[in-house]
């Protein structure tokens, strides 16, 4: 299976830059994967830089697979859920799945449309570098399970 995370700002260095890596580093090992980094808004005002990086975005997406959009107002699941969903994506032969991390400020109506899936990782809002890297572990653990693989538990 194909992941993409497309998101939103920069790359920053540090702990959580290595700590990413290191996951990033074991995730493919199950999948491969891909990070994609569009500019974020800058100075744009907000409904203006929104739409800026929201078109940023859709041009970043592949037509094929699924789109999971990360929001804090989006569905929960538990890492077992979170994995039987990847699970029932790749039986059903989705080659591609494409996560956004948006701006600052959210992403514009056409991304949000655009989503087949609306995912919170957390009701928290956390730095966009976190956001990854927790996304990431996510993703390494969901496989884990589905591999039977022993990090789950």
């Not at 890492?79 to 991390?101: C, K, M, Y």
Request: some cysteine.
């Amino acid at each position: 299976m194909n992941l993409d995370l497309i998101c939103v700002g920069k790359n920053s260095p540090g702990p959580v830059a290595e700590a990413l890596a290191e996951m990033l580093k074991r995730l493919g090992h199950s999948a491969s994967v891909k990070v994609v980094v569009v500019a974020d808004m800058g100075r744009s005002d907000r409904s203006s830089g929104v739409r800026k990086e929201g078109e940023r975005i859709l041009t970043s997406l592949k037509e094929e697979g699924r789109v999971v959009l990360l929001d804090e107002r989006g569905r929960s699941f538990t890492s077992q859920e979170f994995a039987h969903r990847l699970g029932t994506w790749r039986d059903s032969n989705v080659r591609r799945v494409q996560f956004i991390i948006g701006g600052a400020f959210g992403v514009s109506e056409a991304v949000r449309e655009r989503a087949d899936l609306v995912l919170a990782m957390s009701r928290m809002t956390f730095t966009h570098q976190m956001v990854r890297l927790v996304l990431v572990e996510q993703l390494y653990r969901a496989f884990s399970i589905l591999e039977g693989r022993p990090y789950h538990h």
